[in-house]
Structures are given as structure tokens and as C-alpha cells.
């Protein structure tokens, strides 16, 4: 009922930026959260950045100072600018949303998962 869509990712050399961009569309009556996952090769997904309905975010300690999480409330649309990047941020990142459907269920939906790769 809730489709998460991301766009952005791609090759980038060290120090560089990506920004991604994550759409939600669907029965939506609420949008509790918006954040970013990442997995890497042979690792569990884990949180990268997190924000909520009034803009309170969370960041991973690896990505604090580098990346910034925010969110366009009107369009239902959560984007992630990654700066300075680096190799060990090479993952497929994935957009996550909870919230409640306009049948007032609860809901949590993932995004298909978008590459990113730095180069050293």
C-alpha cells in the first residue's frame, strides 16, 4: 500500500557527494519516520540516518559531520547528501518509512535499494 522509490545512487571517486532521493507514495495518512539503511558485502544493514515527523534526526558516529538527513513533508520525500565520501561507505542504501495508512494501520515499507560506490 506504501512504495518507497529511490534515485541517486552511482560511482563516485573518494571525497565526493551523492545525494539520494527517496519518494513515498500510496495510502498514506501519516509518515512517522523517513530514514536511511545501508548494507555492505558480507554485513547486516544497519542504520545510516533517521527523521521524524518534526525534523528531529539521528545519524550513524561514521557518518555525523559528513552526511545530512532531510525531508520535503508536502511531497512525502526524505534525501540523503553524502559528502566527503569514502570507500568504506560503498553499500546499497536503502530508504525505510513507517507510519499509518489512510485505513489508520500501521505500516512500515522499504525502498528496492540503490548502489552506492566510492572509489579510493
Known amino acids: 500500500q506504501v512504495q518507497l522509490v529511490e534515485s541517486g545512487g552511482g560511482l563516485v571517486q573518494a571525497g565526493g557527494s551523492l545525494r539520494l532521493s527517496c519518494a513515498a507514495s500510496?495510502?498514506?495518512?501519516?509518515?512517522?519516520?523517513m530514514g536511511w539503511y545501508r548494507q555492505a558485502p558480507g554485513k547486516q544493514r544497519e542504520l545510516v540516518a533517521s527523521i521524524d515527523s518534526v525534523g528531529s534526526k539521528i545519524y550513524d558516529g561514521s557518518v555525523t559531520g559528513r552526511f545530512t538527513i532531510s525531508r520535503d513533508s508536502t511531497t512525502n520525500t526524505v534525501y540523503l547528501q553524502m559528502n566527503s565520501l569514502k570507500p568504506e561507505d560503498t553499500a546499497v542504501y536503502y530508504c525505510?518509512?513507517?507510519?499509518?495508512?489512510?485505513?489508520?494501520?500501521?505500516?512500515?515499507?522499504w525502498g528496492q535499494g540503490t548502489q552506492v560506490t566510492v572509489s579510493s
Open positions: 525505510s518509512a513507517y507510519g499509518l495508512t489512510t485505513g489508520r494501520a500501521n505500516f512500515g515499507s
Open positions: 500510496g495510502s498514506i495518512f501519516r509518515l512517522n519516520a
